[in-house]
């Protein structure tokens, strides 16, 4: 059996353990009620500014020159003589000769033709005198003559209408000699670059053969392709609208100036795209802006102006609504007229006015009136693009 110690000893220090956990229970204090703290969603804002807006459509398109000549040959004979400037990319004026046939032939027959007209000439002078002194001779002897009216033969008016004709055909036959004379010579019809020569100095051309072809270089043209949508923007559809072509030369950047002259007025079968044509006056102007033949530009067309217009990116848009930020620091959706989205970005001509804050970071879901809070100027960070997330 236990003896009576060890039975008062457990039971001793059960109850020393239970007193010592009384009294640190009657020492510890209640913990200290702290009032209840809102968090309100952090966001980020940015300034709109309402302004007269310009706006543009754009198009691409190649340089081409309006004006493009085939040379050909009008005469035959063999080449002479050839410029030096009548080389693929060489400038030219206008009536420079490019080449020469050789003319021999084309002088001789025009001699030929200048003696013809010369005895032509003379034989109609000779019949002119004949006809009027058998005129005058008839004036002398019709009292005694048994006709009061001449026959034709005797005032010789068919003889000298066959000189006369004679004297008009060798006329003919002179100016077309020196028209063939003319042609001998190969001329520039404009001021031009050489887009091609098929001919060397020695060949043998015919009429119809081919010399080259000429570029002019006093008006380039751009197609501008638009989608039907896009003339909505245009004034006029875009007619005498001003157009800057853009570009690099030598490794730069360039803008040119231009203007719309016409619209083809058809829709293109392939790419259902209305085409604008442009035209830049002297591409080819001195300086370090040549607008060369075949260079690919994109292009800003001058649209409508907008008198008071805002523009927002357009993930911050969401069922024609943007979300704003109040003085009060509560959140407010304005609805927006939207009149043109283009390039990731929403243009609207009313629902925003000047110095509105539109929110551009992230809420998870955003209402009307909830409470907002943004970071002090001073240590806000730069405004980001974030869409609003999906309710």
């Known amino acids: 059996m236990a003896s009576k110690k060890q039975i008062i000893l457990p039971i001793a220090v059960l109850i020393t353990g239970i007193g010592v956990a009384a009294a640190f229970s009657a020492m510890k204090q209640p913990p200290e009620e702290k009032a209840e703290k809102i968090i309100h969603p952090l966001v980020e804002i940015e300034s709109v500014s309402v302004a007269p807006m310009q706006l543009t459509v754009d198009s691409y398109g190649i340089v081409k020159p309006k004006y493009s000549t085939e040379l050909v040959a009008q005469v035959s004979g063999q080449i002479i003589q050839i410029s030096e400037k009548f080389v693929r990319g060489g400038f030219v004026k206008a009536g420079e000769v490019l080449a020469r046939i050789d003319p021999n032939d084309y002088e001789a027959a025009l001699i030929e033709a200048q003696a013809n007209l010369a005895q032509a000439h003379s034989a109609l002078e000779i019949e002119q005198a004949q006809a009027h002194v058998a005129k005058t001779e008839w004036q002398r002897i019709k009292n005694n003559a048994s006709e009061t009216i001449p026959s034709e033969l005797y005032l010789r008016k068919p003889q000298l209408a066959d000189k006369l004709a004679q004297y008009r055909a060798a006329q003919a036959s002179e100016k077309r000699a020196n028209r063939n004379l003319e042609r001998t010579y190969i001329k520039a019809p404009y001021d031009a670059i050489v887009d091609s020569r098929q001919i060397s100095l020695g060949s043998v051309v015919s009429p119809g053969n081919q010399f080259g072809i000429l570029n002019a270089t006093s008006v380039a043209e751009v197609r501008l392709p638009v989608a039907d949508k896009e003339l909505q923007y245009l004034v006029n559809n875009g007619l005498d609208s001003k157009v800057s072509l853009a570009a ?76 704003t930020l109040n003085d009060d620091l509560t959140l407010s959706f304005k609805s927006l007229q939207i009149i043109r989205e283009s390039n990731g970005m929403v243009i609207a001509n009313a629902g925003l006015s000047n110095g509105n804050k539109i929110i551009t970071s992230a809420l998870e879901y955003p209402a009307n009136g909830m409470q907002l809070r943004i970071e002090d100027a001073a240590n806000q960070a730069p405004t980001t693009q974030l869409a609003l997330k999906e309710e």
């Open 248 to 323: 690099k030369f030598a490794g730069k950047d360039v803008i040119w100036k231009g203007r719309i002259v016409r619209n083809e007025g058809v829709i293109d079968e392939r790419s259902r795209m209305t085409y604008l044509v442009a035209q830049v006056d002297v591409p080819y102007s001195s300086g370090d802006k040549q607008l060369r033949f075949g260079t690919y530009i994109n292009a800003k067309i001058e649209g409508q102006l907008i008198q008071s217009a805002v523009s927002v990116p357009r993930h911050l848009v969401k069922n024609g609504q943007i979300a």
